[in-house]
Nanobody, 123 residues
Framework: VQLQASGGGLVQAGGFLRLSCASP????????MAWFRQAPGKEREFVAA????????NYADSVKGRFTISRDRAKNILYLQMNNLKPDDSAVYYC?????????????????WGKGTQVTVSS
């Protein structure tokens, strides 16, 4: 496993969590990175993406204004701050590193994936 996501858990609606994704330098330091999620019975979907230097970000409409993606390139850690969580946000969250340095928002653009971390939001 090249990427390792952590920080998931059980939280009440309206609460917050911060996910982290640690990665070896060679897999991500100059690459765009992203978060995806997959809820039971649903396909995996894009959540947020960030360019190699953090200068550009992109979000799924469903999380805009509530989630923030960021990265610490010195530590090779990707973050996802999730605020005002809703039950519909419940899913396994995956971090991924893209093939290129620019924003990558689709699964086919991802080169490396980590094991997911479970987020459960109770109503």
């Amino acid at each position: 496993v090249q990427l390792q996501a952590s920080g998931g858990g059980l939280v009440q609606a309206g609460g917050f969590l911060r996910l982290s994704c640690a990665s070896p330098r060679r897999t991500s330091s100059n690459n765009g990175m992203a978060w995806f999620r997959q809820a039971p019975g649903k396909e995996r979907e894009f959540v947020a993406a960030i360019s190699w230097n953090g200068g550009s970000t992109n979000y799924a409409d469903s999380v805009k204004g509530r989630f923030t993606i960021s990265r610490d390139r010195a530590k090779n850690i990707l973050y996802l701050q999730m605020n005002n969580l809703k039950p519909d946000d419940s899913a396994v969250y995956y971090c991924a590193a893209g093939y290129r340095s620019t924003l990558a928002t689709i699964e086919n653009a991802m080169n490396y994936w980590g094991k997911g971390t479970q987020v459960t939001v109770s109503s």
